[in-house]
Every structure is written in C-alpha cells, then in structure tokens.
C-alpha cells in the first residue's frame, strides 16, 4: 500500500511535468510561428529594398550618362564649326568613349 502510494504520486509529479512541458511546446509552436511570419515579412521586405536599389542604380548610372553626354558634346559645341561638323559626321550619334577622345 505504501508502495502504490508512492507510485501514485510519482504518477501526480509526472503528469504536472507533462502538462507543463505541452504548455512550453504550445508557446514555442506561438513564437515559432511569428517568428516565421516576421521573418517572410522581413525578406519581402529585403526584396523590395533590392528591387528598389537596383531601379535608383540604374537611374543614377542614367543620369551620370547623361551628364557626360551633356558635358562632352558641350565643348565640341564650342569648337569651330569645321571640326565639329567632323565629329559629328563621323560619329553619327556621339557616344561618351568617342567623346573622351575628344577631349584628350
């Protein structure tokens, strides 16, 4: 008798511990699941930030052709008609390597 008395509350302690340890697990399985929402959330957003690197890197590389465009075709602008009308001719539409060469 003493003894079933023991195993019984052996039985007590073990079935607290094991209500105890499902309650952990049902917090774990919680957090675990905002932490994988948070984290698609987070790489969505990444995404979004690389996408939107990538569009102002692409217009700024644009916009510093551009001003190269504008930087090199104004001195020959300048230059006397004759060579001008030169590289013009020659050129077709001026590119920022053909230019470069003119400045040198």
Known sequence: AEK???LEE????????N???????EQNT???????EENANLQEYV???????KKLSKTNEELLW????EDAT???KLQSTSSASFYRC??????PAKVRTLRQ
């Open 19 to 25: 209500e105890e340890l499902r309650a952990r697990i």
């Open 47 to 53: 995404e979004k930030e690389m996408e939107e690197k």
């Open 4 to 6: 079933n008395l023991k």
């Open 30 to 36: 919680v957090i675990t699941r905002q932490l994988s």
């Open 74 to 76: 104004s001195p020959v």
């Open 66 to 69: 551009k001003l190269q465009e």
């Open 10 to 17: 052996k039985i007590t302690m073990l079935q607290q511990q």
């Open 90 to 95: 020659s050129s077709g539409n001026s590119s």
